[in-house]
């Protein structure tokens, strides 16, 4: 996002929490006292604790194992639709005898999370005499507008609203939330879908304990229509609302209502859906331009938040070997990371300030882990999670496994080891250990072939005959300085290729299996 310019501080700022307060007094609303307002700037300070909104917990990107004790692994995320709901309340304090009909210009820029105590500036400005804008800095902005009046809502929406044909049976809820959903209990504000159309859904919708459930049941049901209908891009995340306008209390949110979801627009990147909530047939609010922008995904990212353990990233190359490459957006990358990191892996990963090298070191993390994941699972082929255990390294770089709980036992005692080439990364586990490398095809030069390889070396890549050769060398020697845990210390000289059978070379009492992977690597691992 681009960096956005900061409003000038107000005089009088005030404190808000980020659960209501009794209004204050009311202030003038007489048409001359607005208008000579607008200009006028305040600031109100948001503040937000996860123990004053346990609720969050059904509200996490990336869920953990059950009862998890490391909070700042839980990712607790503040919804869309609570942020509207907490700038309403803030709007509210400073026009507390008019009706708030109506939000405009809602632009999301960054997930609010408290998995530790949250604190931002709302700069505030009146812009008419009606109208508030409201900037929370690097999180979202809106304008706010009140009315003497509620008005009229729109007239074709009126009525039953035509979404096309049926195109499929209904799913039940409870199927849906834990099939595509990462919301808990108190955010399945869906309590049963009606009808699933061409150009959109009908359901029956009701707020529940998380704040910002009711209206997040839009959004909701948006990215719920991507995994019905789509194969690709099927993850989504709402980034901007050009309308949300209010036929009656915002904050008057009991009874069932019934959603409809319109589908007005559906590219690669985003989905553009309107809503319109009715209760007792009457339109209780509208959402007009609800954007949705869409990830590239595959399948198995899916699968790697809602069903961890049973499901990894990592594909297994050959019998115990793992590999995986990312071309996953960094947006998707970084939910990848909430899933694999663990807080002593993202510290180590702090060090790392290019771009490249923290991918790198994320690619790194989740093929390893899931190499550890598929050694330890159980007979049925659940998995650990990959939060329940993370990496260390010793005094000379070599890395082993820590575990918490459950997953010390399996863990703790085990040799791994990790390659990484960009974007691509191998891993191996064992009982003893083991070393493996991966490396880039491509031609090297004569000058790298006579520094790194002794003359027999050289003589023993012509004979076989193999134009990968100096590739399947150098992963050799790697693969075994890394078995001997000195890899960081090691020179290339102290490990000589002996010989050749096949793919497989002898370097000294050691034999490295080598392997040509989807035609633009070569792995090698210690057997």
Known sequence: ??????????QQPRSVPGTPQPHPAAAPTAISARKKRVGEKFVEILRLN??????????????????????????PTVPFTMTIELLAEIAKRHEPNRKLIRFNNVAAFKWITIENPFEAEVNCEWISGDTLTMDLGDYVRADVTFADEWPEPPAEFIGDIDVGNVIMPKYPTSVMYDRFSFHGPKYRSVIEQIKICERGMVSIVKKQEGKGSLLDAKGQQLGLFLHLTQTKNTISFPVRLNELAFYDDIFDQ??????????????????IGNMVLKRDGKIWSYARDFVGQRFNNAIAVGNAIFHTETSRLAEEAAPGVYFYESNLQDNVLYLMSKRYLSVPDREYGKKYTNAAKSREHIVSRIVLKDAVRAYTADEAGKMLYPIEFYCCHDENGRLYMKGYGRAAEKVDGLFVSLAHKENAAAAIVSDKPVGIDLEKIEEKSDSFIKTVFTEKEIALMRE????????????????????SGLASVATPAQYIVDSVDGDVLSVGRDRVQTMRHADKYIIGWTI
């Not at 509200?59 to 009862?67: E, G, L, M, T």
């Not at 009991?254 to 690669?268: I, Y």
Request: charged content about 25%.
């Open 464 to 483: 076989s005959n193999d134009p990968d050769a100096p590739i399947r060398f150098w992963v050799a020697k790697e693969a075994c300085a890394k078995k």
């Open 1 to 10: 996002m681009p960096a956005k310019s900061r409003p000038q501080q107000p």
């Open 254 to 271: 009991g009874g069932l209502f019934e959603n409809t979801m319109m589908v007005t627009k559906l590219t690669d990147n985003i989905i």
């Open 50 to 75: 996860l123990d004053d909104h346990l609720y969050l917990l059904n509200h996490v990107i990336v869920d953990q194992p059950a009862d998890w004790p490391i909070r700042e692994d839980l990712n």
